[in-house]
């Protein structure tokens, strides 16, 4: 498969609250393979783009496409089948459940297989093992998921949703509220899930992290683009320098 065009593609996008235009005509692609980052100041309406992308974001205009198919009119499940995975800026794992448990946990909404009480069927254990081993977290398969760290947590979450084979993730804050000395590390973990096929968007504050990790990146204010290309041309856009600063 050519890594060139579109994996996502979102075109003339609007959604209003009320009388508030928290997306105004948004178009934005996200190529395949790459590691794509939607940056901008608080309610500049990043979150909302998430959920009109996954489908939970309730009524707007404009198209979403994914995979060369309109998918704007499809449930969140279906987005879900057919690829389309995300994490949460808030982890929202089974916090008492074990860290294996909560990595195989989402293939119940998947299949009618039913998690029976601490065992996991064998395959799906192996999978989430490499999973978590992948994420650097093998030896905490057996712990709580609550007693883990919160960038611990993160990173189960993201083990969580590649269990699940997407062909492309958004992540929501990746780095948010983790510990400094993880942000490299789940820098390095989504490269390898990217060199591994899987392509990501990204929203994250951390706009070090964002043009070190990602091509390109769309930044938003008031609910429009208003800047997109690579990290280095971005870096020096005088207005995204002046969106940040009248935050
Ligand atoms: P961001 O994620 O960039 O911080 P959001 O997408 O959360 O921005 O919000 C964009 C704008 O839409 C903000 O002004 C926010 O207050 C408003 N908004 C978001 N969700 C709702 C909602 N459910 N009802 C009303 N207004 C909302």
Known sequence: EPKTGPLL???????????LKAVNGVDLTVPVGSITALIGPNGSGKTTLFNLITGTGGAHTGEVWFDGERIDRLSPWARAHRGLGRTFQVTRLFKSMTVLENVVAPLESFSPRVLASGAVAGHEADRARELLSFVGLGRFESE????????????VELAQVLMLEPRMVLLDEPAGGINPG?????AEIIRAANRRGITFLV????????LDLCDPVFVLARGEVIASGQPGVIRNDPAVLDAYLGE
């Open 144 to 155: 709580r998921a609550g007693a883990l760290s919160y960038g611990q947590q993160k990173l």
């Open 182 to 186: 993880l942000v490299d590390r789940m």
């Open 203 to 210: 929203v994250e504050h951390n706009i070090p992290m964002v």
């Open 9 to 19: 593609e979102l075109r003339n996008v609007h959604k209003a609250f009320g009388g």
